[in-house]
């Protein structure tokens, strides 16, 4: 297991104040995250927690998403992408962010809204329940990266796939909540991939 999987999820956190150090002191992000009691990011940069618990019935049908087993990576990929679909649904039934809309749209305003290092850290905490769950066979949940550097930082989760060593991105930035992430090979996300547009004719 990587040491990514194991250590306690940080916020990537931008802390703008003395009021908001104390939040974070006073009510700290849950670091090692359960279906029944786990933090989330929003308002952008993680400037504001959520605190989540699911009901049992809910984290079945989490489960029942990896029903019937994988038979292959890309298979299970795919369930993670539902999984990390419903998962966000179920947190925005608690929270603000069933506002969120794709990438950095501010139409509904900022409440609720997710920017990319929230994304990131939100999907890393979806993806280790799910690992910790034991509902993955192919792969690991691995640490969250960057491309960009410092003038334009783009953030994502990402995931290893056990047999091939192989790190894929698994980004929701790019979509509202409750809509599947794109997962991509690092090393495409790396070089700026981009979900292609369809043009509004078509």
Known sequence: MSSAAQRPIEPIRKIDSFDRLTDYVSTPFIGDPTPENYSICHNNGCAEFAFIHLAKQQWQHI???FLPLAANAQQERDQIRSAIALLEFYSGEQSLTYQDQ???SLTAGINGQLDC?????????????IANAGLLKFHQQSSRTSRGGVLIPHNT???LETASKQRYAVDSWFKANG????IVTLKTW?????PEKVPEND
Do not use: Q
């Open 190 to 194: 790396k070089k700026g991939w981009k």
């Open 117 to 129: 290092i929230d994304e990131a850290t939100n999907s890393t905490v979806y993806l280790r329940m």
């Open 179 to 182: 809509e599947p992430p794109y």
């Open 102 to 104: 794709a990438e950095n």
């Open 63 to 65: 489960e029942s998403l």
């Open 157 to 159: 989760a990402t995931i």
